[in-house]
């Protein structure tokens, strides 16, 4: 098969570099397998192993430095029968491990080459995470102050089942290539060569030394019996397959017009248990109802069980592009966390802005029209404020009418919790 390597944009490195060997022998594993062009993607990142994809007519993904194997990981699962091919440098292995970690256990069916070279050869020759600590390298001492790392070591232990370790300068390297790219699950080739225009100039490194390195350590060449699993994709798709289908999303058509015609922005203040963020749900599914854009945003504490809840509601009958609220229709202050954590909010009330303010919640100064919600004196357990302002507020005509939060409960709810909630919305009493 003829080259997929571009004529236009020919590989180009520092005389005497290694990648340029790799590049040539991908070429040749490619041409040994019939792979055509739109067959493959190759997928970088930054440095001098991030022209990979420059070089060849292939689909091609060139990304943020270290994640390339994040890339990939997309294109194979949503492109299962494309041959993806990961071109990183050590520096950026170095950046992106947990990808590699993440790889390894994953077992999809990805072709990692890692063109390790003991530094970060295009920003300055510093160590990286398999320098040696006797080199000279561009920053310092530092390396003498970490280990470096053994890549074919870590894949082993993270569960590669399919592990290289070889010198760029060997004979068959594209026949090596060849049986990563051809094993069915995640592949890992640790190829080390020369980096010439940084790391050999301040250390003695020979294609002979690479060999003499290379055969102090455990020999890696290939299937990691012990790790050998399903490819994760196939697996996957398999148990996919097998799952009950998601239930369509909820449909609220529409079934009455809306109290006003212009656009409502509306502030549930409360705290934690008080089922904010719930009524604020119910509030959009009742604009629903009328045939209105809804958008909610929800704020609250890591700690779900105490602290401020807080829900912003927008409704309009035109198209919602942004969804911060600029000037509050309503604003219903539930509780006294909510309330402090927008104190921004209070002083740029207008007359026009209506408060809704449960008895006992003190809020701050404001221009804004208030008017009392006495929940307590009516009876409301606290974790029944939210929805009962919602029925004050349709009782008395504001944001929503009573058929749309009629409407909203029959979506939302069902059995017992539907007759609940049409009790707590049936007896409160209007805001006044």
């Known amino acids: 098969m003829d080259s997929l390597l571009n004529a236009a944009r020919p590989p180009v490195f520092c005389p005497g570099c290694s990648h340029e060997r790799i590049t040539r022998s991908l070429d040749r594993a490619f041409g040994r397998m019939g792979l055509r062009g739109e067959q493959i993607a190759i997928v970088s990142d930054i440095g001098c192993s991030g022209l990979f994809d420059t070089f060849f007519h292939t689909h091609a993904l060139h990304g943020l430095h270290g994640r390339a194997l994040t890339y990939a990981a997309g294109i194979k699962l949503a492109r ?112 080390w060569g020369i980096c010439p225009g940084r790391f050999s100039r301040r250390n003695r490194l020979t294609v002979q030394e690479i060999d003499r390195l290379l055969a102090r350590l455990p020999a890696c060449e290939g299937p990691v019996p012990e790790n050998e699993r399903r490819e994760f994709g196939e697996h996957y798709r398999e148990l996919a397959a097998r799952q009950k289908a998601p239930a369509e999303p909820l449909a609220v058509p529409r079934r009455t017009p809306p109290p006003g015609a212009g656009r409502e922005e509306v502030f549930l203040l409360g705290s934690a248990g008080q089922r904010i963020l719930t009524a604020g749900e119910i509030l959009c599914l009742a604009g629903m109802s009328a045939g209105l854009h809804v958008t909610q945003k929800n704020d609250y504490d890591i700690t779900v069980l105490r602290g401020p809840s807080i829900s912003e509601m927008i409704l309009s009958p035109e198209p919602i592009d942004y969804t911060g609220i600029a000037r509050p229709t309503v604003v219903v202050a539930l509780g006294p966390e909510g309330v402090a954590r927008r104190k921004a909010l209070w002083p740029g009330l207008d007359e026009e802005c209506l408060v809704l303010q449960a008895e006992g919640v003190e809020i701050p100064p404001t221009r804004a029209r208030r008017v009392a919600l006495a929940l307590k004196s009516q009876g409301f357990a606290r974790t029944d404020w939210a929805l009962a302002a919602l029925g004050a507020l349709a009782k008395s005509g504001w944001v929503i009418g009573e058929e749309m939060l009629r409407a909203a409960l029959e979506a939302r709810l069902a059995g017992a919790a539907l007759e609940a909630a049409r009790q707590v919305v049936g007896r409160v009493e209007a805001a006044r």
């Open 80 to 191: 299962p029968e494309t041959t993806v091919v990961v071109t990183m440098g050590d520096g950026g292995q170095g950046i992106g491990g947990a990808h590699l970690l993440a790889a390894c256990r994953r077992n999809l069916d990805l072709t990692l080459l890692v063109l390790n070279n003991f530094n970060f050869g295009m920003t300055g020759g510093q160590y990286s995470a398999t320098t040696p600590p006797e080199a000279e390298v561009g920053s310092g001492f530092l390396n003498r102050l970490e280990r470096p790392l053994d890549l074919c070591a870590v894949a082993r232990a993270a569960g590669a089942p399919y592990v290289v370790r070889c010198s760029a300068y060997r004979e068959d390297i594209a026949q090596v290539i060849e049986q990563a790219i051809a094993y069915r699950g995640f592949s890992l080739v640790d190829i």
